[in-house]
């Protein structure tokens, strides 16, 4: 019987939550997979980033020799790139042995997909960045607008930050009456008229699209047109309150060509008097061009599925655009596509293995893991339940995605199929908020020519503003490493080592007398934490638990100023700190698996066996479907997860 391997991606999955909503019984499909599967928290690559453990999780490979270990990687002196670019990963990935072992893989929306030396596998979407207006697939980013002022004002970050100048509610004309317009429909009141206006993201081109408000009922104006032109026969879409459109497939002018792309409205507010609206677009994505290796299967996922929605994410909830309930509806539109896509991939395409990233859960960790878990300090017991019911519609959404994959496994019974869901981290509360640049510059090792304020936030260092003559150590850019501004081997470099590593592993939190850095090793011992490579630097530090630095702005701003303290603003986070917080809240991966020869009800003791590792998923997949893991692959086979594997002794 030939095997199928679902390793559905869900980044930022928190295993133990998943096992309180369980036990509310409210995640059946998660019930199923304790039942009858095995369900275990992984041990992350370090740093604890996104593109660093997805490209671990394609590759079997330490953070060190795939060399993703941070958000940009550099491919050349002052060169950098994208993680999420293919050319990023410096291993083979796990469609490549699948490919010398004659079969076929699919990776959809996933980090650093393409270009991958992908030749008969499928690539859809092979970017897959979480963050906001990162794709080349769109002509605009979602929008929400609005005839009045909203508290709304900026729009939003991956993680909930705000970026400047980007506005989340776009003012519109007031409702006026709907003169000088033809072929209007049938309205109990006089049809009222205004105008939106999407700006291109690329290229700059503005796409005008004219809204007409209609009593449809009787009751008062309840439902809104979106037209080309003056012309109820121009409409392309169409809502009544609270409801989305169809989907409209249009053209859109983009760097001044054409361009055919998908778009879809819910209108969120229509007062009846037509004085009041509030209407959503969501992203405008391609119809073509993010598939690769078979320039059809675009069209045919969107006949069969709908359109790709490339972001979907609680931005629009963060920002102000929408309410919660919409942005989530948006999530699981994607994430039940993605799951119809699995299935059609596997069982009529012909391919062995499915894997994706669906980023909803860390979108939601960064703003508000902080509310449901006692441990932060910002913890209010007074809205945590008003919190955790967000979590909980969350992963009840993840339920039905994985309750979609069981349908189709079930009813093709003519296969092996393994039904596996995966994430790369958890997240943990802050407690405490460092600013590296800050120490470095307190204790003398970094010089600056504008002084002190360039390190009054944790951001990257323009190198224009480093004194090189006097600084004697420094960050390249957010993380984890610090770089020795002397020659390696030379008596100088030792010398400025030795006080680094010292000041590190001395620092001392004088308001908690704890330690910010849990561990400081210089180069020659940086493979403790999976770091080598031409991406290593000189010394390597992780925080310790309860620590973060390296955020967005509202997350960097320290109570009191200085380089350690309790944050302005309290939130969640992964990254270059212990990857071993363990509770509510849970910094582990996960992984978790079902199918014949899975030991059922399963879960590693990891007392006795330890965390199986990132670098263990892909090996252990290949095992199951009877391949040679990629070429750099460097984990092991969890044998544990097998019938008749007892890896457990007593003395």
Request: proline share 5%; hydrophobic share 35%; aromatic share 12%.
């Amino acid at each position: 019987m030939a095997r199928k391997l679902y390793a559905y991606g869900m980044d930022g999955f928190v295993t133990p939550m998943m096992k309180y909503f369980v036990t509310e019984g409210v995640l059946p499909n998660f019930a199923r997979m304790l039942r009858r599967g095995t369900v275990n928290q992984t041990y992350p690559s370090f740093p604890v980033w996104t593109p660093t453990n997805w490209a671990t999780l394609s590759t079997g490979a330490h953070t060190g020799t795939h060399g993703v270990t941070t958000w940009s990687v550099e491919v050349a002196p002052g060169q950098r790139i994208n993680s999420f670019s293919g050319e990023a990963n410096n291993a083979e990935r796990i469609w490549n042995a699948l490919e010398r072992a004659g079969l076929k893989g699919v990776a959809l929306h996933y980090p650093a997909a393409y270009p991958s030396g992908m030749r008969d596998s499928y690539a859809i979407d092979g970017f897959g960045a979480p963050g906001q207006k990162s794709t080349d697939f769109e002509i605009a980013s979602c929008q929400a607008y609005a005839n009045y002022q909203t508290d709304a004002a900026v729009a939003m970050g991956h993680d909930g930050s705000a970026q400047e100048g980007q506005q989340s509610v776009t003012q519109i004309p007031a409702l006026q009456p709907a003169t000088h317009w033809v072929n209007l429909p049938t309205s109990h009141r006089q049809p009222l008229a205004s105008q939106i206006e999407v700006h291109a993201r690329r290229g700059g081109d503005i796409n005008r699209f004219q809204l007409l408000v209609i009593d449809s009922s009787g009751n008062g104006y309840d439902r809104v047109l979106i037209c080309r032109q003056n012309d109820g026969n121009s409409r392309i879409a169409d809502a009544a309150v609270g409801q989305w459109s169809a989907w409209a497939m249009e053209d859109f002018q983009i760097t001044g060509q054409r361009q055919r792309a998908a778009v879809r409205f819910k209108l969120l507010e229509l007062a009846p008097t037509g004085d009041r609206i509030k209407l959503y677009r969501s992203q405008i994505t391609y119809t073509d061009g993010f598939t690769y290796g078979d320039d059809a299967l675009a069209a045919d996922l969107i006949e069969r599925f709908g359109p790709y929605q490339e972001h979907a994410s609680t931005i629009p909830y963060s920002s102000g655009m929408t309410d919660f309930d919409t942005a989530l509806e948006e999530c699981e539109y994607q994430g039940l596509w993605f799951a119809d896509v699995a299935n059609y991939m596997l069982y009529e395409k012909d391919c062995t293995y499915f894997t994706c990233h669906w980023h909803l859960y860390d979108y939601l960790n960064h703003i508000h893991l902080n509310n449901v878990d006692p441990i932060c300090p910002g913890y209010d017991a007074s809205t945590a339940e008003a919190a955790l019911d967000l979590f909980r519609k969350a992963y009840q959404v993840g339920d039905r995605v994985l309750g979609r994959l069981y349908e189709a496994a079930d009813a093709h019974p003519e296969h092996e199929t393994f039904v596996g869901i995966l994430a790369d981290h958890g997240a943990y509360p802050d407690i405490r908020i460092a600013n590296i640049r800050k120490f470095l510059y307190d204790q003398g090792f970094l010089v600056l020519k504008s002084g002190p304020a360039s390190v009054a936030q944790d951001q990257d260092t323009l190198p224009d503003d480093v004194d090189w003559t006097q600084t004697r150590a420094y960050m390249k850019r957010r993380g984890f490493d610090i770089m020795i501004n002397a020659e390696p081997g030379s008596a100088e470099f030792d010398e400025i080592e030795r006080e680094l590593l010292t000041a590190l592993r001395t620092w001392v939190d004088e308001e908690t007398g704890r330690t910010p850095v849990a561990i400081a090793l210089p180069r020659r011992d940086a493979y403790l934490l999976g770091q080598w490579g031409d991406q290593c630097g000189d010394v390597i530090f992780a925080w310790d638990h309860g620590y973060v630095s390296g955020y967005y702005a509202q997350w960097q701003e320290i109570v009191g100023g200085g380089a350690v303290g309790a944050p302005a603003v309290y939130g969640a986070h992964h990254g270059g700190f212990l990857p071993t917080d363990n509770g509510f809240s849970s910094t582990f991966g996960t992984m978790m698996l079902s199918g014949p020869g899975i030991k059922a009800g399963y879960e590693r003791p990891t007392e006795q066996l330890g965390y199986i590792q990132a670098v263990d998923v892909v090996p252990t997949y290949c095992h199951l479907l009877g391949i040679e893991p990629p070429a750099q692959s460097q984990g092991a086979v969890a044998r544990d997860l097998f019938d008749g594997h007892e890896m457990v002794r007593k003395r």
